[in-house]
């Protein structure tokens, strides 16, 4: 299993009990996750990657293989979004990141475009050197 690190200078993240919300600021997309995706996103976060990951998640599973092929499969979504970029080196050590008490539930990636041109909108940055608001001329 490849390796991956947030892509923080494009993704921005909240969690809410047990749902985490995703932003990409680049292309206005949000993301909604929800059973152990929440935990593995915050694994990710904790620089948790590659097989310690699958297999720190797989030890809660029912059944172990299964849950490393879903992990990789969810993972890889992650990053087909560019919500994570593939990463150099060995992965890290679980860095001291334990899941939550639980089973492994099966974890989905909803995605949002509905939003998309209001996230994109940068009012502060898009503008020229006249500044914002522009003013009439009289």
Do not use: C
């Amino acid at each position: 299993m490849k390796s991956y690190a947030i892509n923080r200078k494009a993704v921005v993240s909240e969690q809410f009990d047990h749902e985490a919300v995703l932003v990409h600021l680049e292309t206005g997309n949000y993301y909604s996750l929800g059973g152990s995706a929440v935990a593995i996103w915050s694994a990710l976060e904790h620089g948790l990657s590659g097989a310690p990951l699958a297999d720190l998640f797989a030890a809660q599973a029912v059944d172990p293989p299964d849950a490393r092929q879903r992990i990789a499969l969810f993972v890889e979504a992650l990053a087909a979004e560019g919500l994570i970029l593939e990463s150099d080196g060995p992965p890290p050590p679980t860095n001291g990141f334990t899941p939550p008490p639980g089973p492994f539930e099966p974890h989905a990636l909803e995605k949002f475009g509905d939003m998309a041109d209001l996230i994109q909108l940068d009012p502060i940055h898009d503008v020229d050197e006249a500044g914002w608001p522009k003013r009439p001329v009289h």
